[in-house]
């Protein structure tokens, strides 16, 4: 579930805020410079990042002045407020010491911070991050430009996740967090003060332990700012991973990056994931799609798929369901729990009615294989075959899941045995009665 957005008060600002995590360490993420703090949530990779941190750690994450869910602000801009506001998170959380994790500009505000109050900072993160504008490989003027013409539209992907650019759900995600982040004029008040940004003369006062990380090939900023952070800090720690993203939750090596975080927050990597995981398969898809396309043409049928990815994504948390992928018109989740799988199946439905289209869902349980952040194996062949029985509205299950279930309250009716394409066999299914 997404965590409650509560407000701390900085001076007459409200700054928006949400805690999640139960671990020993507090950690406080300072974004880069748009974000909104319930939007983040909305796109898997970076759910699946914050949640990483939250395995080990209490995390804070805030909206700055002027941004997402924060107070819009006339000035008071600079990095010395921001920072006051970084403080006033901490201070209505009850945190007096934590490790900071800033990327990009958020670096930038977090190294002042560390320099400023090293008695309130355990440890310092800075990712992609940078010492003064000099380093961007932008300039101002590119940058108002995009805001002026095209603020909202989500182009900005190509810079910020250049491997994410083929992606159109990402890309429809990026452009929202444009727009729910801050208006053109905000974000280009925002890119002004940002450009005047140099603290390049305190960085070598920073006392607390530091990790500095880059990409090679970030199109945002030169690798040249994180080596000069790390040479200017005394005791640093650099690494620098291949690739061109900025967004360090995107990328073939994202999962690297979070490794590398961990180790130097807590000592110690991770314990190597398994790559086999039992799991209950949930596959949808829409009925009649095709001809439903057809009569509405293509803009209108775009506009329908996104608001029904955005009900089962929003069902799909209400269960603790994990979004693996799209399929066309379908999802691909996975639960750990086949009550909730077939509960939360069950409320899909029900949801998608009202927008005059009908789904159909099939679920299995099996072991899985992971790979990377997709799953496979004969599991996942198993509930899409099932799903493909299904009738409109209907929710049909393997006799794995209905055994599984058995005491949950959840009935179901025999739909008898079925050969599934490609699995050997007859499998018996279920339909679940509503």
């Not at 250049?162 to 280009?188: C, H, I, L, Q, Y």
């Given at each position: 579930?997404?965590?409650?957005?509560?407000?701390?008060?900085?001076?007459?600002?409200?700054?928006?805020?949400?805690?999640?995590?139960?671990?020993?360490?507090?950690?406080?993420?300072?974004?880069?410079?748009?974000?909104n703090?319930e939007?983040w949530?909305?796109?898997?990779?970076?759910?699946?990042?914050l949640?990483?941190l939250?395995?080990?750690?209490?995390?804070?994450?805030?909206?700055?002045?002027?941004?997402?869910?924060?107070?819009?602000?006339?000035?008071?801009?600079?990095?010395?407020?921001?920072?006051?506001?970084?403080?006033?998170?901490?201070?209505?959380?009850?945190?007096?010491?934590?490790?900071?994790?800033?990327?990009s500009?958020?670096?930038?505000m977090?190294?002042?911070?560390?320099?400023?109050?090293?008695?309130?900072?355990?440890?310092?993160?800075?990712?992609?991050?940078?010492?003064?504008?000099?380093?961007?490989?932008?300039?101002?003027e590119?940058?108002?430009?995009?805001?002026?013409?095209?603020?909202?539209?989500?182009?900005?992907?190509?810079?910020?996740?250049?491997?994410?650019?083929t992606?159109?759900?990402?890309?429809?995600?990026?452009g929202k967090?444009?727009?729910?982040?801050?208006?053109?004029?905000?974000?280009?008040?925002?890119?002004?003060?940002?450009?005047?940004?140099?603290?390049?003369?305190?960085?070598?006062?920073?006392r607390?332990?530091t990790?500095?990380?880059n990409?090679?090939?970030?199109?945002?900023?030169?690798?040249?700012?994180?080596?000069?952070?790390?040479?200017?800090?005394?005791?640093?720690?650099?690494?620098?991973?291949?690739?061109?993203?900025?967004?360090?939750?995107?990328?073939?090596?994202?999962?690297?990056?979070?490794?590398?975080?961990?180790?130097?927050?807590?000592?110690?990597?991770?314990?190597?994931?398994?790559?086999?995981?039992?799991?209950?398969?949930?596959?949808?898809?829409?009925v009649g799609?095709t001809?439903?396309?057809?009569?509405?043409?293509?803009?209108?049928?775009?506009?329908?798929?996104?608001?029904?990815?955005?009900?089962?994504?929003?069902?799909?948390?209400?269960?603790?369901?994990?979004e693996?992928?799209?399929?066309?018109?379908?999802?691909?989740?996975?639960?750990?729990?086949?009550?909730?799988?077939?509960?939360?199946?069950?409320?899909?439905a029900?949801?998608?009615?009202?927008?005059?289209?009908?789904?159909?869902?099939?679920?299995?349980?099996?072991?899985?294989?992971?790979?990377?952040?997709?799953?496979?194996g004969?599991?996942?062949h198993?509930?899409?075959?099932?799903?493909?029985?299904?009738?409109a509205?209907?929710?049909?299950?393997?006799?794995?899941?209905?055994?599984l279930?058995?005491?949950?309250?959840?009935?179901?009716?025999?739909?008898?045995?079925?050969?599934?394409?490609?699995?050997?066999?007859?499998?018996r299914?279920?339909?679940?009665?509503?």
């Amino acid at each position: 579930m997404q965590p409650d957005t509560r407000y701390a008060k900085s001076g007459d600002v409200h700054i928006a805020y949400q805690v999640f995590g139960e671990g020993a360490l507090n950690v406080v993420f300072a974004p880069p410079a748009f974000t909104n703090v319930e939007h983040w949530w909305d796109e898997p990779e970076v759910s699946r990042w914050l949640l990483r941190l939250a395995s080990y750690a209490r995390v804070v994450m805030f909206d700055k002045r002027g941004t997402g869910l924060s107070d819009r602000v006339a000035d008071s801009l600079g990095l010395d407020q921001r920072m006051d506001d970084l403080r006033a998170v901490m201070d209505a959380t009850g945190i007096e010491q934590a490790a900071l994790l800033g990327i990009s500009e958020g670096g930038t505000m977090s190294a002042l911070f560390a320099a400023t109050y090293p008695s309130r900072c355990r440890a310092l993160v800075l990712c992609n991050a940078y010492p003064a504008s000099r380093f961007a490989q932008s300039t101002l003027e590119q940058a108002l430009d995009y805001i002026e013409r095209d603020w909202g539209s989500g182009g900005s992907v190509a810079m910020y996740a250049p491997s994410r650019m083929t992606d159109s759900a990402f890309k429809r995600w990026w452009g929202k967090n444009e727009r729910v982040s801050n208006s053109p004029a905000g974000v280009a008040a925002y890119a002004r003060m940002n450009h005047l940004i140099d603290i390049s003369d305190i960085i070598p006062t920073i006392r607390v332990p530091t990790l500095v990380i880059n990409r090679t090939e970030d199109r945002v900023v030169s690798v040249e700012g994180g080596r000069f952070l790390a040479k200017q800090i005394p005791g640093s720690r650099h690494l620098e991973f291949p690739g061109v993203d900025h967004l360090p939750f995107v990328g073939d090596n994202a999962g690297d990056i979070a490794d590398a975080i961990e180790e130097f927050l807590t000592g110690s990597r991770p314990p190597v994931a398994v790559d086999r995981v039992l799991a209950t398969v949930l596959f949808t898809d829409i009925v009649g799609s095709t001809e439903k396309a057809a009569t509405l043409g293509d803009h209108r049928w775009r506009d329908l798929l996104e608001i029904h990815h955005t009900a089962i994504r929003r069902t799909l948390s209400r269960f603790r369901g994990h979004e693996i992928k799209t399929i066309g018109d379908g999802v691909l989740a996975t639960f750990d729990g086949p009550a909730r799988a077939v509960r939360c199946a069950c409320a899909i439905a029900e949801e998608i009615r009202p927008l005059g289209i009908e789904v159909r869902a099939g679920l299995h349980t099996g072991e899985c294989e992971v790979i990377g952040n997709d799953i496979g194996g004969i599991a996942v062949h198993i509930g899409a075959r099932v799903a493909a029985l299904a009738g409109a509205s209907e929710v049909l299950v393997s006799s794995t899941v209905r055994d599984l279930v058995a005491g949950s309250g959840l009935r179901f009716g025999d739909r008898g045995n079925h050969s599934l394409k490609g699995i050997p066999g007859d499998w018996r299914i279920f339909a679940v009665e509503r």
